[in-house]
């Protein structure tokens, strides 16, 4: 598998305004071909076919309910990570900003480095096992999203559940590493 389905995953968590939707058959094309496992390949367009379907001020209410008016689907994971008010929180995001940092990559715009859209797109400069490792470092994180966006019965789902799969590869294979 390429990491730059990352990079598909990241776009279709983000706001589906008309370049993403213009991008749907293209995005469409490349799933349907990426090397993954078949029902993960079938979750992820899936999630594609849904929005194909939708109007477009639908697909883009669906996405202000989801993520914008529901705090429990932040896609900031930290969120997930910190109650409120945590002390915590602001440290570890420093952390993450100078992580990227050294791994040249600037943040550009407002975004905080805990968006799990920017989290994707660096994973997808990372080779296989350390884009693993890095997700695997934010999978309880990503684990608390997915449990939040399953229960609401929404198809983002899908989406951060394979990102959450590929970091839980990362722990199988530190767990068969450390086996006699």
């Known amino acids: 598998m390429t990491n730059r389905v990352y990079q598909v995953i990241s776009a279709l968590l983000g706001y589906p305004d008309a370049e993403l939707r213009a991008a749907l058959p293209e995005i469409r094309d490349y799933l349907a071909t990426t090397p993954c496992p078949e029902e993960e390949r079938a979750a992820l367009l899936d999630v594609v076919q849904w929005m194909e379907g939708q109007a477009p001020l639908d697909l883009e209410s669906a996405y202000v309910q989801t993520f914008d008016l529901n705090p429990d689907h932040d896609l900031h994971l930290t969120y997930h990570l910190f109650e409120e008010g945590d002390r915590e929180r602001g440290p570890a995001m420093i952390r993450l900003a100078e992580h990227y940092e050294s791994y040249g990559l600037t943040i550009v ?10 989290i994707l797109e660096y994973a997808s400069t990372l080779d296989d096992d350390e884009a693993r490792i890095f997700l695997g470092d934010a999978v309880r994180a990503i684990e608390t999203l997915a449990d939040h966006l399953e229960k609401a019965a929404s198809p983002y789902a899908n989406l951060v559940r394979f990102v959450e799969r590929r970091g839980r590869l990362a722990e199988l294979s530190t767990m ?5």
């Not at 715009?109 to 920017?118: A, F, I, S, V």
């Not at 068969?176 to 006699?180: G, S, V």
Request: net charge negative; charged share 25%.
């Open 109 to 118: 715009g407002n975004e905080l480095p805990d968006y799990l859209p920017l």
């Open 176 to 180: 068969k590493e450390c086996m006699p």
